[in-house]
T-cell receptor
C-alpha cells in the first residue's frame, strides 16, 4: 500500500503561469519530505525538501508547502518554464530512516 | 559533484537468464539503493545497503538479490529473469544520517532500461 500518493498523473500549464503539484501521505511518522524531478532517460534529481518543523521552504522559482494536520504537501513552480516539463516525484522519510517512500509521479507539460 | 553510474543504459535478456546490474558511486556514500520505476507505481525500493556486505530487503525483493563487496559498488542480481521484471532500474546512494541533521537526499544514476523477452 503506497504511503505517498500523487493523485494527479499529469498536469499541463502555460509558460509563465503557476504549476501546483500535490502530494498526500498516510504515515504520520514521516518527518522529512523531498521533491525530485526526472527527465526521460535520466535518473531523478533532487529539487527541494522540507522538514516537518517548517510549513514552507522556498528556493528560487520552487516553493514547497507542508500541511501536517492534513498530511499534505504541494510544490509550486512560478513562473513555469518549458525546461520544467518533466516527471515530478514526491518522497518522504521518517525520523532516523534513510529510506525514502516515493509517490507515483506527476508529469508536467509546460506549453509555450 | 556526486556521480552515480550504472553499467548499462539498455539491456535485453531472455526469460530464465541470470542478469547482473552494476552501480558505482564516487562520493564515498555509505548507503546505496536499488529501485524499479514502473508507470503509475513510481519508484519502489527493491534492496538497500548501509555498509559493505550489509543488505536489507526493501518493499519488493522477490526475484532479486544484491551484492556489496566494496563500498562504491552495489550490484542487483536477477537470478532467473522473468517478463514481469521488465522495467527501469535505478540505483541511488546517500550519506548516512547524522545526529541532529536531517538530510537524506539520495543521488541517482541514469537508470537501466531492462527488457526481458
Amino acid at each position: 500500500d503506497q504511503q505517498v500518493k500523487q493523485n494527479s498523473p499529469s498536469l499541463s500549464v502555460q509558460e509563465g503561469r503557476i504549476s501546483i503539484l500535490n502530494c498526500d501521505y498516510t504515515n504520520s511518522m514521516f518527518d522529512y519530505f523531498l521533491w525530485y524531478k526526472k527527465y526521460p532517460a535520466e535518473g531523478p534529481t533532487f529539487l527541494i525538501s522540507i522538514s516537518s518543523i517548517k510549513d514552507k521552504n522556498e528556493d528560487g522559482r520552487f516553493t514547497v508547502f507542508l500541511n501536517k494536520s492534513a498530511k499534505h504537501l504541494s510544490l509550486h513552480i512560478v513562473p513555469s518554464q518549458p525546461g520544467d516539463s518533466a516527471v515530478y516525484f514526491c518522497a518522504a522519510s521518517g525520523a532516523n530512516d534513510y529510506k525514502l517512500s516515493f509517490g507515483a509521479g506527476t508529469t508536467v507539460t509546460v506549453r509555450a | 559533484d556526486v556521480k552515480v553510474t550504472q553499467s548499462s543504459r539498455y539491456l535485453v535478456k531472455r526469460t530464465g537468464e541470470k542478469v547482473f546490474l552494476e552501480c558505482v558511486q564516487d562520493m564515498d556514500h555509505e548507503n546505496m539503493f536499488w529501485y524499479r520505476q514502473d508507470p503509475g507505481l513510481g519508484l519502489r525500493l527493491i534492496y538497500f545497503s548501509y555498509d559493505v556486505k550489509m543488505k536489507e530487503k526493501g518493499d519488493i525483493p522477490e526475484g532479486y538479490s544484491v551484492s556489496r563487496e566494496k563500498k562504491e559498488r552495489f550490484s542487483l542480481i536477477l537470478e532467473s529473469a522473468s517478463t514481469n521484471q521488465t522495467s527501469m532500474y535505478l540505483c541511488a546512494s546517500s550519506f548516512p544520517l547524522l545526529a541532529g541533521v536531517k538530510d537524506n537526499e539520495q543521488f541517482f544514476g541514469p537508470g537501466t532500461r531492462l527488457t526481458v523477452l
